[in-house]
């Protein structure tokens, strides 16, 4: 399982969204884009921690292999590179008025924890509030890993599932705790602009009853 995977077509999921946008949005339309992303030179906190977590639950026989070969989280976060292939592709029709924004943000959680004492029940609370919000981006990427891959009925767990579920929690929390991550800063990057709809290309008829 690799930290950063990407659809198998690549950027072309987005580049089909903005052909299907264009198709929506008059000439002179704004369509404001907030895609999360990530700096070609780092790996985040949240995958080196799903990875441990992961091999933590394979070795202890949580999983198994097929399982774990099966997982791939919603990982495709475009680069600035990949978003200049991505505009590229559709200048036809959106043209980019000025530069995009590229902020990283620190977690609220992650800010807590550098006003606090820094305890070990500073680091627990850090470790289970990280853990909470990143289970709720990746439950169904789990879960469906546990099922060979069937994304049918995901809001629906058997026992072993969340028996697996719960222990993968676990295993993240500690790794989050681990000496290599604990002070690792928890953040988020982004890709920020807004592209304006140039004219001359077709627009969706219109069915609505003005």
Known sequence: ??????????PRRPHKLLRLRAKEIRPGGHLLMVIPTTPSSTVKLH??????ALKRCLKHGTITPAQYRAFSGPWFQPTEEDLQQILSDVRDLWYLPMPWAYPTLPHPVWTKLQ???????????????FAGFFMALIRDSLVRALR???????????ASEDIALRQFTMSFKEAVLSDSLRDKRAESSWLVTRLVRKPGAQMLESRANL
Do not use: C, F, I, N
């Open 115 to 129: 006003g606090s004492e820094k305890t070990r029940q500073d680091y627990e609370e850090y470790a289970e509030g």
């Open 148 to 158: 060979g891959g069937d994304g049918k009925q995901l809001q629906y767990l058997s």
């Open 1 to 10: 399982m690799s930290a950063r995977k990407r659809p198998p077509t690549g």
């Open 47 to 52: 995958w080196e921690a799903t990875v441990q």
